[in-house]
């Protein structure tokens, strides 16, 4: 039924916690799973101040995510793919999923409250444009 799962990840318990529920979907359908995260940038959100910050900084937090976000996970056989990008996150997101994805498991927030009420929820914005069904799981666990 689903072949290939995304699972958006900030590193949050939320984040965590879709991922958990998406190991367990993809070991019942034998899918794919892709933990993607996306570091936020400044430019992505038309702000007027910019912080400068390398490229190589850019990549280094994408892979503290994703590491962190696996981290005493038991992932069993499921194939596990990591794909890290900078921009803006509901905007990347939405992208991904165009890669012919099943399914998109999401916690219901992830880091910054503050962050939430300027910008919007990711969430709630991926839930209201994705292509495909989008299973928002409760942060609390």
């Known amino acids: 039924m689903y072949k290939r799962i995304l699972v958006p990840t900030d590193g949050s ?14 070991e ?31 990549n280094k937090s994408g892979e503290l ?15 596990i793919l990591k794909k890290h990008t900078s921009g803006n996150p509901t905007n990347s997101i939405l992208e991904e999923i165009k890669r012919e994805f099943d399914l998109v498991v999401m916690g219901t927030r992830g880091h910054g409250t503050l962050i939430g009420v300027a910008l919007g929820s990711v969430t709630q914005h991926v839930l209201a444009h994705a292509e495909c069904p989008v299973l928002v799981v409760n942060s609390r666990k």
Do not use: C, H, W
């Open 65 to 79: 995510v994703l590491d962190a976000t696996l981290k005493g996970i038991d992932i069993g056989k499921v194939q």
């Open 28 to 58: 019942k359908f034998n899918s794919e799973v892709e933990i993607f995260n996306v570091t936020p940038t400044s430019e992505a959100f038309n702000m007027d101040y910019s912080i400068l910050i390398t490229k190589e900084q850019i």
């Open 13 to 26: 318990n939320a984040s965590r916690n879709a991922l958990i529920k998406a190991l367990e979907l993809a």
